[in-house]
């Protein structure tokens, strides 16, 4: 997915992604505590284990980003780099809106909703050739080197950080992360394929 940061639409694409990340995060996420993979749930595990600070998801982002830059190229770190910064930003300005944390307290929606948002905004981004950082960018790295595809490369790390979780955390909020992380990867597996499906016919006579 080769991209060129200074085309417009890439650039709209990518603040967009991050925007719409950050409204689902706000709205049905962190309003129902909801549990999830990606980095935050990489550094909650690392924390309760190793007792190591919060610190550690800049850290490890650093890691992942500079992994990337290399392996993906330079493109992809500088459309990277703009969800880097721009996304705490977007995340921020919509937590100082106290009305879009009360839109349902029903888990259930939330982890469905939520999952649409995120699945949605990851597919713009990626189809940009950008990421959101963090644990975006592994599956990037595998399905380029090895071909493997972004979703399901996605779904297995989220799943196996949520089963790191379930060892300490409540587990009906691990059931719903569950629901959320099925939720994005296969609303996200539809964003990247938008474009590319094919039809197959078989005729059958003599």
Do not use: W
């Amino acid at each position: 997915m080769k991209t060129n940061i200074f085309r417009p639409k890439n650039l709209f694409m990518i603040f967009l992604g991050n925007t719409t990340m950050a409204l689902g995060i706000v709205m049905f996420v962190l309003p129902n505590e909801l549990m999830t993979g990606g980095t935050t749930g990489l550094s909650l595990i690392i924390n309760h284990y190793l007792h190591l600070p919060i610190v550690f998801v800049f850290i490890f982002n650093c890691i992942m980003f500079l992994l990337g830059a290399l392996i993906l190229g330079f493109d992809f770190a500088l459309t990277t780099l703009i969800s880097t910064f721009y996304y705490p930003i977007a995340l921020g300005f919509f937590q100082n809106i106290p009305s879009l944390s009360t839109i349902t307290d029903d888990r259930m929606l939330s982890s469905i909703f939520g999952g649409l948002f995120i699945g949605f905004s990851l597919g713009i981004v990626i189809r940009c050739g950008a990421s959101t950082g963090g644990m975006d960018i592994p599956p990037l790295i595998l399905n380029k080197k090895f071909g493997l595809p972004v979703s399901v490369m996605l779904y297995v790390f989220d799943f196996l950080i949520l089963i790191g979780q379930a060892l300490f955390c409540d587990k009906e909020a691990i059931l719903y992360g569950i629901l959320l992380v099925m939720t994005y990867t296969i609303v996200l597996d539809k964003i990247l394929v938008i474009g590319q499906a094919q039809t197959q016919v078989k005729i059958i006579s003599q």
